[in-house]
């Protein structure tokens, strides 16, 4: 009766956070509503005179700026084109894609996440669709679509649950989306925007700051996330599903000659592409290293957004070439094109937040309230590890509501960025735990733009699949990796090792 009661009650929360979720505007609308906020808050709390002592400047106050007057409205229409074109994620994000949605459209990434967990023995199945599926964040797409289904029909095949393969491969697509042994398209999306965050305490050193800010702790992550899901597949969610007794009628979708063909030249060309970006940094004559003497202050790290397009770009248009995708350039062109057109909506978006974070920062309401919100931590002694813990809760919760990450830190960032450096902790650090919790919550996210094609993958197998049966599934996947990945952060702080090149844990 207990575990009947208990269930209903996660089920009617379950069907409450849906409720919640479709109710809520498109985050293309919530953006033009916050931005409406922005504008009138401003006027009212300039009309009440808040203001605040600059933490920056000794002996100077910053003061809310009217964006209702005169000079406000003016503002307000003069910017609107600049504070879109200057948004730091859009051209970042675009370029980006460009290198991924070659290597995307011509089959690579396809072919080389099946060629990873079709060519393994059996008793590393489970921990390579888990890391397939963490790596797969280099085209999210494609791990959602590619390897969801295909941890299943691989699962089915070995005569385990084919729901228990596919629970290992959503895991680690969704729940691993921010780790990569790569840098992928999300680093210089959020980057952007921790930067325009930054600056709103220290133009200086938000100037610093560089796309790769997190790589070394999302290197590692890739390894305990594999592990931490492998252990989860095997040992909670395969034996709890139990035998399955139905049938599998589908066939592995293995490699083909031509392909592999593909994908040996495909990584042959990465690693003489390699080779060449090396030449440009390595030595002390490099362009790309301009005589500096440690590699971090060279000019490179802030030249990482055309470095993953070329990454990404050649071996793509070498894939595509072997696999005769790629005929000619106007096959090139035409993909780059379809590339651009998925990302239309991103556009809009980008629009729309732009407006907003520009409209928060003219105002200096994101300074008063990153001041007053720090003072109010500082009062009730609310620091260190408990302040993380509870941005970790505040940002796992809110993303039960709004799958986006990008649209989800461009309204917190300006908020938390500044706040956490008020306390001590770099805008680095901020966005990595932000990570963390946006990472480990998509699995249980009915609201997660991909979690209903995922309800259907598993309807395959099973009719009676909803959103209660695959969230109960996926639940251990994200409280496991929420400890796991807390615990490698506090590890990390202990031991103070840097999170990215260059990049502290603590704002200087």
Do not use: C
């Amino acid at each position: 009766m207990e575990q009947s009661q208990k269930n209903g009650f996660i089920m009617r929360a379950l069907n409450g956070i849906e409720r919640i979720g479709n109710k809520l505007p498109h985050p293309v609308t919530l953006f033009f509503i916050f931005a409406a906020i922005v504008v009138v808050l401003s006027a009212i709390f300039s009309a009440i005179g808040i203001s605040i002592e600059d933490p920056v400047n000794e002996g100077e106050t910053i003061a809310v700026k009217n964006l209702l007057n005169a000079e406000g409205i003016l503002y307000l229409f003069e910017s609107a084109v600049t504070n879109f074109t200057n948004f730091a994620p859009l051209g970042t994000v675009l370029v980006t894609m460009l290198g991924i949605g070659i290597a995307e459209r011509s089959g690579l990434i396809s072919a080389a996440l099946r060629g990873l967990v079709t060519s393994v023995p059996r008793t590393l199945m489970t921990a390579a669709l888990v890391f397939g599926g963490v790596m797969s964040s280099m085209a999210a797409d494609a791990g959602y679509v590619v390897l969801t289904p295909l941890g299943a029909v691989l699962f089915a095949g070995l005569g385990r649950h084919p729901l228990a393969g596919l629970a290992a491969a959503f895991a680690g697509v969704s729940g691993g989306y921010s780790a990569n042994l790569l840098l992928t398209s999300l680093d210089p999306l959020l980057g952007g925007m921790t930067m325009d965050a930054a600056a709103i305490i220290s133009p200086e050193y938000a100037e610093g700051i560089n796309y790769a800010m997190n790589y070394y702790f999302m290197f590692a992550s890739v390894i305990l996330l594999t592990i931490l899901g492998t252990w989860v597949t095997d040992k909670i969610v395969e034996p709890r599903l139990g035998t399955y007794k139905g049938s599998v009628d589908e066939d592995v979708n293995y490699l083909k000659p031509q392909e592999k063909k593909g994908l040996w030249a495909a990584l042959i060309s990465f690693l003489v592409t390699l080779i060449g970006i090396a030449l440009l940094v390595i030595p002390s004559w490099g362009p790309l290293r301009a005589g500096e003497a440690n590699i971090i202050d060279a000019p490179f790290l802030n030249t990482l957004v055309p470095v993953i397009l070329i990454v990404f770009f050649i071996p793509g248009l070498v894939y595509g070439l072997i696999t005769k995708e790629i005929k000619n350039d106007k096959d090139v062109a035409n993909q780059l094109s379809e590339t651009m057109a998925t990302m239309g909506s991103y556009i809009v978006l980008a629009f729309a937040a732009a407006q907003f974070v520009s409209y928060f920062n003219e105002s200096n309401l994101g300074t008063v309230l990153a001041v007053k919100g720090a003072a109010f931590i500082d009062a009730t002694g609310f620091t260190g590890i408990p302040l993380i813990l509870t941005f970790i809760v505040v940002s796992g919760f809110i993303n039960l509501f709004i799958g986006s990450a990008s649209a989800k830190w461009a309204i917190m960032a300006p908020v938390f960025v500044p706040m956490m450096m008020l306390s001590g902790y770099s805008p680095e650090f901020t966005q990595l735990v932000y990570r963390i919790a946006d990472s480990t919550t998509n699995v249980i996210s009915p609201l997660m733009p991909y979690f209903a094609i995922v309800i259907a993958f598993a309807q395959k197998y099973d009719k009676k699949v909803g959103i209660g049966t695959l969230v109960s599934t996926m639940l251990p996947y994200s409280i496991v990796f929420s400890i796991g990945w807390v615990l490698m952060m506090l590890i990390w702080m202990w031991t103070g090792l840097p999170i990215g090149p260059g990049t502290p844990i603590e704002y200087p």
